[in-house]
């Protein structure tokens, strides 16, 4: 993939990260995961291309999308809009992915690969 300044979702994008997708992916279980470094290092990456990688139902919220720099706070508001709009979208894909194989039809949801 040519350089884009996206998060990559896809393992296969990702370089030299082999440690780290071993360490993430053996923390799937734990109940709390902190990933923590500087800016623009690919924490991003490492997370969405891990779990695309996975069985695991998860959404990701970029809290930059409700973070107010006039108050540097996080709204709550804007917050649980972001959560509950990831886990709506969530909740449909789930239902979709039961109804190809009762009519017979191959259907691929974009972002996994």
């Not at 996975?54 to 709204?75: E, H, L």
């Not at 959560?83 to 009519?103: D, H, M, N, Q, W």
Request: charged fraction near 35%; glycine fraction near 4%.
């Amino acid at each position: 993939m040519l350089f884009s300044t996206e998060p990559k979702r896809s393992l296969k994008d990702l370089f030299d990260r082999e440690e780290e997708v071993k360490k993430l992916r053996d923390s799937l279980n734990e109940r709390m995961i902190l990933l923590l470094g500087l800016r623009r290092i690919g924490k991003s990456s490492l997370v969405l291309s891990t779990l695309n990688s996975t069985d695991i139902n998860a959404i990701f919220v970029d809290v930059r999308k409700v973070f107010d720099n006039m108050s540097r706070k996080v709204q709550a508001e804007k917050l649980y809009e972001e959560i509950y709009s990831s886990l709506l979208a969530l909740s449909r894909k789930e239902a979709c992915k039961g109804y190809p194989t009762k009519v017979g039809v191959l259907l691929r949801i974009s972002g996994k690969n």
